[in-house]
């Protein structure tokens, strides 16, 4: 388990001992907004992530944290939060929960740079940029796939304007596919989900995907 959601993960189990039944997985949500970012050259460099964690799993992360006289996360601890974050989302297990793929082939990505956590008094919201570890060719169709393998956190596009490519690759067109949430897993029992590893790579089925297709 990524340790960003480690301290969720212990209210959560908490509440568990007395409540009934067994709470369903996922567990946490968050809502994307990314770009993907493209050289002059028209090649694809990498992607940058804005996601925005729900009320309950922002409220616990924050708790007992050092907060302003408004009652407000402080900057070291959105800074320290952040990092916490970020070196969770190094684990190899988990490849950042994104993967970028062109047909069968999958492209690495290089660790996160430019991150950050910002906090509007409701939301957690992380911002990060990952490069790929060598750039695409624009031409042709490239996958850019986020989920959670053990689908303990499920991911959802932002209703509105998702996806954006920055840099203007020329005649770059995106398609969406948005998962059904509900599918799959709404029978399967909260052991089920215990025993997942990354390796099971049960949650591929609800990915989040932009293809991009180019000239």
């Not at 970012?37 to 944290?65: C, I, K, M, N």
């Not at 070291?76 to 047909?103: C, H, M, P, W």
Request: proline fraction near 8%; glycine fraction near 6%; charge should be negative.
């Amino acid at each position: 388990m990524p340790r960003f959601v480690l301290r969720l993960a212990a209210a959560l189990l908490a509440l568990a001992a007395f409540a009934a039944p067994a709470m369903a997985h996922p567990h946490v949500w968050v809502v994307i907004h990314s770009q993907l970012l493209y050289a002059p050259d028209g090649s694809l460099t990498g992607v940058r992530h804005d996601w925005t964690f729900d009320e309950g799993f922002s409220s616990f992360a924050l708790q007992g944290l050092e907060q302003t006289p408004d009652g407000k996360p402080t900057e070291k601890t959105l800074s320290e939060l952040a990092q916490v974050n970020i070196d969770s989302l190094k684990e190899k297990e988990f490849d950042y929960f994104t993967y970028a793929k062109r047909g069968k082939d999958q492209f690495p990505f290089a660790p996160p740079r430019d991150y950050s956590l910002t906090y509007d008094g409701t939301a957690l919201t992380l911002h990060f940029t990952l490069p790929l570890q060598k750039p695409l060719p624009a031409k042709g169709a490239t996958a850019i796939d986020v989920y959670d393998p053990t689908y303990f956190v499920a991911f959802q596009l932002a209703d509105d304007n998702p996806v954006k490519l920055d840099g203007n690759p020329a005649g770059c067109t995106v398609d969406l596919h948005r998962p059904d949430p509900a599918a799959n897993s709404t029978s399967l029992s909260e052991g089920f989900f215990n025993a997942l590893t990354s390796a099971s790579n049960f949650g591929s089925q609800f990915a989040n995907r932009a293809t991009v297709s180019c000239p």
